[in-house]
């Protein structure tokens, strides 16, 4: 190799070892491990949380219209979270029962 070879490699590594990214959120938070203790599988969770996060945007949509028929969050939603995300964190906190089958 050439020292200008060397030179653009050593800058690349430099430039590799420099990027750093935040963990994501969402999926991630809470972590899918402590969310599938609360169910029977992957698939009633998804369903469970995506029932629940349906709950939660109709919510929203009465809360405009002055009707309350669904029970809004029951923690306290961050600014701009999603519904979806909003479910996952109710169901890691233990305040929703999962029953097979609904």
């Known amino acids: ?3 200008e070879t060397d030179s653009a490699a050593a800058g ?4 590799d070892d420099s990027l750093v990214y935040d963990t994501p959120e969402g999926i991630t938070a809470p972590p899918i491990d402590e969310l599938l203790g609360k169910v029977s599988s992957k698939y ?5 949380a995506a029932k629940r996060a349906r709950q939660i945007n109709s919510y929203y949509q009465e809360q405009d219209e002055g009707v309350f028929e669904f029970i809004g969050p029951l923690v306290t939603p961050e ?6 995300s909003i479910a996952l964190r109710e169901i890691q906190a233990g305040l929703l029962e999962h029953e ?3």
């Open 100 to 102: 097979e089958g609904h």
């Open 79 to 84: 600014q701009g979270e999603k519904p979806l």
């Open 1 to 3: 190799m050439t020292a």
């Open 44 to 48: 009633a969770l998804v369903i469970f």
């Open 12 to 15: 690349r590594a430099e430039r």
